[in-house]
């Protein structure tokens, strides 16, 4: 299970922090991506770390403001969001593929089907 956490009101050129815990398995060993689904709009990737945590990737229209870490104690994985703009507001999902080990040298932040366990989500909004 995956829970995320984070969300809220926030002003353009505010920061958020989200956090993925995972419950029942180690998620130092998997993937993760993050993704967003704004209303009316498809669901998009965000980010993606491999479960090497060697790889990482970033939508074109979050690169160089958000970023994507883990904590191997804790168990959680974060995206560290900075200068949030008005498009930013969705609700956000983390995820993990289904074995551990899978996207091991890279991360897949196209295909949302290659994840196997969501969280329920956690809203953003960003609004002055």
């Known amino acids: 299970q995956l829970v995320e956490s984070g969300g809220g009101l926030v002003q353009p050129g505010g920061s958020l922090t989200l956090s993925c815990a995972a419950s029942g398995f180690n998620l130092d060993a998997y993937a993760v991506g993050w993704f967003r689904q704004a209303p009316g709009k498809e669901r998009e990737g965000v980010s993606c770390?491999?479960?090497?945590?060697?790889?990482?990737h970033y939508a074109d229209s979050v690169t160089g403001r958000f970023a994507i870490s883990t904590d191997a104690e804790k168990r959680t994985a974060y995206l560290q969001m900075n200068n949030l703009k008005p498009e930013d507001t969705a609700v956000y999902f983390c995820?993990?593929?289904?074995?551990?080990?899978?996207?091991?040298?890279?991360?897949?932040?196209?295909?949302?089907?290659?994840?196997?366990?969501w969280g329920q989500g956690t809203p953003v909004t960003v609004s002055s």
């Open positions: 770390i491999s479960s090497s945590r060697q790889d990482e």
């Open positions: 995820a993990a593929p289904r074995r551990a080990g899978d996207m091991f040298l890279q991360c897949d932040l196209n295909t949302a089907d290659e994840y196997e366990y």
